[in-house]
């Protein structure tokens, strides 16, 4: 169980949060939308344990995985490599098996640089994913790519969640997309006091 009770949430003098609080069940994927600016990206490193700079508490399980807007790949580190060193304890088949899962079957020795850049976000979903993560955390992981690189991205992601059944938590600014994952939706709101679930 993911639990999330933020009261307020600063950037110097100026109050980007006030009141947000969500539960996330286990195997449940909920989506958050919300106006550009608004706080979504600032919720995600809170609840990820990245931003601890926060008024309020957040209880999460142990095995976390992110995937942001950016695929965030060593460029100089083979396929491999790249999920090696964040799960240092895969073996070379079980990092062979998670690009076959991401459909990057063979492509272990070549470097992210050879990769086009749909294929570098199955790489760091296939990274995500290889933790086995109880909660996954994903802002905006569709954006900036051409519409059939998204929808094959979207499939992929239904299918790697109702693999590993993680809890899932992610940005989108697509409500087409938070409909199609999400068991529920979330849109946050501008308030007097900062952005509140409306
Ligand atoms: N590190 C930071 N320092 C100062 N202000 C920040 C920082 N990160 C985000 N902000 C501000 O907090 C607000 C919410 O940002 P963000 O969470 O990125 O919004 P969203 O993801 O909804 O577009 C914005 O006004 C942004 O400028
Ligand atoms: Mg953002």
Do not use: C
């Not at 240092?88 to 998670?98: D, N, Q, R, S």
């Amino acid at each position: 169980m993911t639990r999330v009770e933020i009261t307020s949430k600063s950037f110097g003098t100026a109050r980007v949060l006030g009141r947000v609080s969500f539960t996330i069940d286990e195997g449940e994927t909920v989506a958050l939308v919300g106006p550009s600016g608004i706080g979504k990206s600032t919720i995600l490193r809170i609840v990820a344990g990245i931003d601890t700079a926060f008024d309020g508490r957040v209880e999460r399980p142990d095995a976390v995985a992110m995937v942001f807007q950016e695929p965030t790949l060593l460029l100089w580190r083979s396929l491999r490599e790249n999920l090696r060193i964040v799960h240092p304890a895969l073996t070379p088949a079980e990092a062979e098996e998670a690009l076959v899962q991401v459909g990057l079957a063979g492509k272990a020795d070549f470097f992210p640089g050879q990769l086009s850049l749909g294929q570098q976000r199955r790489l760091a979903l296939a990274r995500a994913f290889a933790g086995q993560p109880e909660l996954l955390i994903m802002d905006e992981p569709y954006a900036s790519l051409d519409q059939e690189t998204a929808q094959g991205m979207l499939r992929l992601t239904e299918t790697l969640i109702a693999r590993h059944r993680p809890a899932t938590l992610f940005v989108t600014h697509s409500m087409q997309e938070a409909n199609h994952l999400a068991d529920r939706v979330l849109t946050l709101r501008e308030g007097p006091d900062g952005a509140t679930l409306g």
